[in-house]
Structures are given as structure tokens and as C-alpha cells.
């Protein structure tokens, strides 16, 4: 008889995710996926002015802190016809591109880390050796004894006050955990140091966008002027602070993050065999470098595999009715019946919440369990992230791309197949922000080649002016958010936004199953996973934060029953 555990919340990601899965003889049989955050921001924008939605659907998520705004510029841009000038795109794409380095690093290190890193155990570590380690696989500066000596001495203050702070609650001494302790001490020090380089990366969003989190965007373009001589906006002096900060993130990526993410999955190889899941990748391409228009211009390529199969790449099509979104099993309800899908121009955000009010012990599966809308593309479920991206541009031939991964896998000794899981997961993203380090460099030496020819243009204003626009129109804008396949579809009428929906990546990949009983990336992928103590469940923790999910929603306030206490009133909506 099956065992079912339940972890709630899942902890180290953004928002809130909760996970039941049913164990027989030691592995995973059967899991559930459910958010318990309510969804409701697209109810927000309707009716607002297109041009000022980025700013709204922006507020999705503070850790995506662009790129829902990139997609909500493009969906409005794509509906009224709007080519942006190429400064602009490049612009976006050094936001981008810093977003990535940023966001991986921070998951790598902060969010996942501590899944494979026993923290305690780095205090029974010879400094010595961990310096030996260190230099033997990078030229980072920072790879004396002393200075990994300091560290330990560091973690051993945490350990005798009693209180680890940030690492108190691990799964410490846990029998999945593998690393010798030099390793544990080299991750735990590279820790500490990615907190402090995460906060100057980030300052590129800051020159361009204004601040971060959630920098300024503009419909037609960005709204930084470039002005080369003077004192203020874009002038010679910040943008080449920008390719400072951008040489010293490359630095870090590939002489820390990289050599940390190669020593700890030599010792987890295993993982290679865990966590597979269905085999349906996509991806909707990204990084643009001749207008956003031209597909084939992209760096990451767009595209759909079917069981594993690199040797057929099937076309993604927004346009048509390839991609639904289902509620059978969400608390959502559609006005005309939740049994069929709806693409998302005819999308629907109804909230119908008749599910158990928590506390309560396991979620009712035979009914709706979840907050996420299930997206399906031609009816079948699709896994979406750093992996797919690399899956299909591998599949395409994308030589960067190929070279990129054959010599990973050539340096773990590890087969293609070990991509398809858990620590392939993992590995693709560290692949990936190495690619788009070197791709963020390219992007930067084109703005100023642009602006040493005299193109200084930024925006593109022709159609901004509501009267040019059509009566009614719509768009849809796609990008490739760190987390995977991301797009905003909009559709406008008189000048306003008449109904805006939203697919995410965790909604591809966390959403509850479909009418056909089909799982979706997280819990198809938890399926056969080995559980060594229920009690202490690290292995499902792995394989959820290999993902690196992001729930975050519109979030109501509820008390312990249940109960509704607190409304926000939006004070643009307060007509005088």
C-alpha cells in the first residue's frame, strides 16, 4: 500500500507550491502538484491603456523582475504593427541577458545549493585541500588555505551559537548527501560570495531600466536616451560601466559557477537516471539580433521535441489553437464549461475557489486541487526551462549550442540521456548562462558599434498615438524567461485592453493534470523517484528545485479559516 507525504510548502523558490506524493517500497508511484496562490492579475489590466500594461503584469513576480514586462511590450508592439529600432533591441537583450546570469547564479548557489551541500559538514574540511581543489580547477584569485580557513571559521560560529541563520533548516547528514567535505566547504565559501556579486549584476537593470527590481520598459522601444557627451542619460561613461559589470559576471560565471556546478554533479552522476519525466520539451526561442520578427535571427531557437526525439523539431505557433489552457482541475472556472480548453485571445480568469480550506491534510485529486490553469500545446503536456532550450537548439543544430553541451557531458563522462533528468536539469541551466554570458558581450559590443556609426535612436513613436490605432486588434509576445517558455496575449479594442491571459513557465510545468488524466512536468518527473526516509523527503525537493519554480501570483489575504480579511483598492481606479 502506497504512503502519501505531503511537503508544504516547498521552501527556496518564489511563491507557494505544495507537493503530495505517494510512495511504495521506498519510490515515488504517484505525485500532485498544487498552488495554493490565487491568480487574478490579468482582471486588473483590463480595460487600462496597453502602453501602461508592462508596469502592471510586471508585478507578477519580483524575482523575473523584467521579463514579464519584455512580454507584455511585445504582445502590445506585435498587435499594432510597432518595429522597435535596433538599440533597443540590443538594450533588451543586455537586460536580459544580465536577468540570466543573475537569476541562475542565485538559483545555483541560494535556491538548489543546499540540496546537494551538507553545510555542516564542510567544518570536518582541510582548508588546504579545499585550495588545492580550488586551483586545480579555476583561476579564481580567491583559493588560498587562508581564505578558506576564515570561512570554516565562520560556519563554526554559526555552529556553536546555536543558530545557522540562513542554514539552519538543511537536510544535514542526510544519506543522499555524497560531496567530501573540501567540496562542501569550496560550495559553502562561493555561497557567500555569489550574495555579494548578485547585487552588481543587477545594476545593469538599474542604468538601463531606471532600478530593479522591476525596471522601466517602453512600448517602441526603451525609454534611456543615449547621450554620448553629456552628464546625464546613456552617456559614455555608464555604458561602459555596463561592459564592466558584464566582463566581471562572465568572470564570475566561468571561473566560479561553472567549475562548482561540474566538481558537485561528478559526485551525483546517479541523478542522471532520476527524474526524466515525459519527453515533451519546448521552447519559444529568444534573444532577438535582427527584429523580433525574424525567428531565425534568434540566439535560443523555437521549437517543440516529442518523446526525447532531438531528430524532429515540430514548429510552436501562437496564432492558432495548438496552445490551450484547461481548468478541469483549477480552482477557475470557465462560463461556458470547464471540460474543453480555451486559447488563451479567448482566455478566462474566473476565480472559483471550492476547495478545502487549509489547514487540511490531503488535497481532494478527484476534484480541482490547484490554482494553476493547465496549458497543453496539440494536447499534450510540455516541460519548459533551461533543458528544453538546450534540447531544441541542440536538435536544430545550433553549433554554439551542440559544442556547448557535447562538452559537458564529454567532461562528467556522462551519456545524452543522462540530459533527461534531474541533474541534466541542473547542468542545463549552469550551460546556458555560460552561452548567454558570451551572447550578453555580443549584444553590448553591437549597441556601441551602433552608436559610434551615429545611430543614437531608442524608440520608435510613430504609432503610439491611440487615434492611428485600429478599432480592435491583437498580439502576442514570447520570449524565453529564465525559467522557460513565457508569453502575454492581448487583445485591444478602442484603445483599451479588452482581455490580457498570461502563460508562465511553472504553468506549463507545475500546472494539475488535464482532461486526459495527463501529468504535467512536475509531477510526471517525480514518478519513480527513490525516497530513502519520508520523514526527510531531500529527494523531492531535488528534483521540484531543478525546475526552479516560481508560483508567484495576485495574491489574496486569508486568515486560518479561510476567511477573506484584506482588499487592496488600486488608487488609479479611484475615479475623482
Known sequence: MANRIVVDPITRIEGHLRIEAEIKDGFIVDAYSSSTMVRGIEQIVKGRDPR???????????????VH????VRSVEDALGIAVPPNAEMVRNIMEGALYMHDHAVHFYHLHALDWVDIVNCLKADPKQTSALAQSISKWPKSSPGYFSDIQKRIQKFVESGQLGIFANGYWGHPQMKLPAEVNLLAVAHYLEALDWQKEIVKVHTIFGG??????????????????????????????????LLQEGKEFIEQVYIPDLLAIASFYKDWGAIGKGFGNYMSYGDFPT??????????????????????????VDHRNGDIEEFVNNSWYNYSDGDDKGKHPWEGETNIK???????????????????????????????VGPLARLLVGYGRGNKEIQDAVNGALTHLD????????????????????????????????????????????????????????????????FMEAPRGALAHWIKIKDGKTENYQQVVPSTWNASPRDPKGQRSAYESCLIGTPVADPELPLEIIRTIHSFDPCIACAVHLYDEHGNHISQVQNIASCES
Not at 514586462?69 to 507584455?72: F, G, I, P, T, Y
Not at 521549437?303 to 526525439?309: E, H, M, Y
Not at 540530459?419 to 541542473?426: V, Y
Not at 556601441?448 to 556609426?453: C, G, V
Open 211 to 244: 532600478k530593479n527590481p522591476h525596471p522601466n520598459y517602453l512600448v517602441g522601444g526603451m525609454a534611456c536616451a543615449i547621450n554620448s557627451d553629456g552628464a546625464g542619460g546613456l552617456n559614455a561613461e555608464r555604458l561602459a560601466y555596463v561592459g564592466k
Open 52 to 66: 501602461d500594461v508592462w508596469a502592471f503584469v510586471q508585478r507578477t513576480c519580483g524575482v523575473c523582475t523584467t
Open 414 to 477: 556522462v551519456p545524452v540521456d543522462a540530459l533527461f533528468s534531474t541533474l541534466g536539469r541542473t547542468a542545463a541551466r549552469g550551460i546556458e548562462t555560460q552561452l548567454v554570458a558570451n551572447w550578453t558581450i555580443e549584444f553590448y559590443n553591437t549597441l556601441m558599434n551602433n552608436i559610434k556609426n551615429g545611430d543614437e535612436r531608442m524608440a520608435n513613436m510613430d504609432s503610439w498615438e491611440p487615434s492611428t490605432w485600429p478599432s480592435e486588434a491583437k498580439g502576442v509576445g
Open 69 to 72: 514586462a519584455l512580454a507584455s
Open 290 to 315: 535582427n527584429g523580433y520578427a525574424d525567428l531565425s535571427s534568434f540566439k535560443f531557437p523555437s521549437g517543440v521535441i516529442l518523446n526525447g526525439d532531438l531528430s524532429k523539431i515540430h514548429e
Open 353 to 383: 475557489y471550492v476547495g478545502p480550506k487549509p489547514p487540511y491534510d490531503y488535497l481532494n485529486i478527484e476534484e480541482k486541487y490547484s490554482f494553476i490553469k493547465t496549458p497543453r500545446w496539440k494536447g499534450l503536456p510540455m516541460e
